[in-house]
Each structure stands twice: as structure tokens, then as C-alpha cells.
T-cell receptor
């Protein structure tokens, strides 16, 4: 079954704090992709990162970092020194073949992040 | 990065009318496009997968006669909400997949049915 769980519904932090958003996924496929997207109040989805299932190397991009661990089926996202502009809803997503013959992407419920000044 | 546009960005229509939403990949060809629906404070729910030149594949529970999808070219997919009702009011987001497998999303269309 294809499933993405983001257990944290809302997180509130004070500016400059570090914050980690959790993502746990389920898939029967050995080849799959994991994503993080940001959705600010405007509604437009912003692509942040894609990882494929064969690349467990962690990644850092500026204040953002991602920890992919296949052993725990997790793909967590950390924002270091958070800023007010980071306030948004963050979605973790999983893309796999399933039984449809083509990749399709499903989303977790999202985590709403509030960063207070 | 890759750009996906949607038109219109907002639409208000009366109950019983039909509304067409366009999704275009502006700087790449997309053999596969996806349509999602998002209710307020909820996640994106996949409605259908649209493949250029063939029929769309609908997710379970999505009425294909109500949500007509046409993917006429490698850069254009359309979603028509037929005989719209207030419960169809939602944020509709399309996505186009590059040959490299990354999905880029359009800015969304907010549909309000009165």
C-alpha cells in the first residue's frame, strides 16, 4: 500500500530555533521517490527536494537538510535557524509505481509550521 | 526551474454550469499530468492521471463523468467540472511530470460554486 504519514499537524517555533518535520512512508516498491513541498499562504506549491530510493545520502541546502533512512522508512526535514518566512504548510510526498504501471504521487496530510518573530 | 501554469486562477460559477480549467507546461513537454484537489486545511488528493493521447486514469471515488480530463498535447491538459455544485468548490491543482520524473505543480485554481 502507498501511504505517507506526517504525524505533526502543527508546529510552532520562535525565530532562530531549529525545527524538524517528520515523514514516514509505506510502499511495496523498491524503486520510489520521496519529495518535500512547501505551500505558503498563497497556495502555490514550491518544490524543495526529491530523493530516489537508492540514494540514502543526506542532503543539505542552505538552512534546509533532509535525513532519509530506509531502515525506518522515514524522510525527515530540518530547518535550521528558522525564519518567519518559513511559515507555511509542508507536505511530504511519495511517488511509486504501485499497480498502475505509471508513477503517481500521493501526499501526506501536511505539517503547518508557524515561526514567530 | 520548470514552470506549470493554470488558468483561470479563480473562478466563480453558478450551480449547474460547467467550468474548464487549463494546465500548461510552459518550458517542457509532459507526457503525464496529474490533477489534484485540495479542500481547506487538508492535503492534496489525487483525482486522476492524465496521459497525452489516451484516456485519463481516475482514482477510486472520483466521478469521471463529472470531472472530464483531456490531455490533447504534450503541454496542455484540461479539467472540466460538469454540472458543478457547491460541494465541488475547492482548490484544484495540476501537476506536470518531467522526463526526469520530477512533478512540478501549477499555482492552482480556486473554484467557488454558488
Amino acid at each position: 500500500a502507498q501511504k505517507v504519514t506526517q504525524a505533526q499537524t502543527e508546529i510552532s517555533v520562535v525565530e532562530k530555533e531549529d525545527v524538524t518535520l517528520d515523514c514516514v512512508y509505506e510502499t511495496r516498491d523498491t524503486t520510489y521517490y520521496l519529495f518535500w513541498y512547501k505551500q505558503p499562504p498563497s497556495g502555490e506549491l514550491v518544490f524543495l527536494i526529491r530523493r530516489n530510493s537508492f540514494d540514502e545520502q543526506n542532503e543539505i541546502s542552505g538552512r534546509y537538510s533532509w535525513n532519509f533512512q530506509k531502515s525506518t522508512s522515514s524522510f525527515n526535514f530540518t530547518i535550521t535557524a528558522s525564519q518567519v518566512v518559513d511559515s507555511a504548510v509542508y507536505f511530504c510526498a511519495l511517488s511509486d509505481l504501485g499497480n498502475t504501471g505509471g508513477f503517481k504521487t500521493i501526499f501526506g496530510a501536511g505539517t503547518r509550521l508557524f515561526v514567530k518573530a | 526551474g520548470a514552470v506549470v501554469s493554470q488558468h483561470p486562477s479563480r473562478v466563480i460559477c453558478k450551480s449547474g454550469t460547467s467550468v474548464k480549467i487549463e494546465c500548461r507546461s510552459l518550458d517542457f513537454q509532459a507526457t503525464t499530468m496529474f490533477w489534484y484537489r485540495q479542500f481547506p486545511k487538508q492535503s492534496l488528493m489525487l483525482m486522476a492521471t492524465s496521459n497525452e493521447g489516451s484516456k485519463a486514469t481516475y482514482e477510486q471515488g472520483v466521478e469521471k463523468d463529472k470531472f472530464l480530463i483531456n490531455h490533447a498535447s504534450l503541454t496542455l491538459s484540461t479539467l472540466t467540472v460538469t454540472s458543478a455544485h457547491p460541494e465541488d468548490s475547492s482548490f484544484y491543482i495540476c501537476s506536470a511530470r518531467t522526463s526526469g520524473g520530477v512533478q512540478y505543480f501549477g499555482p492552482g485554481t480556486r473554484l467557488t460554486v454558488t
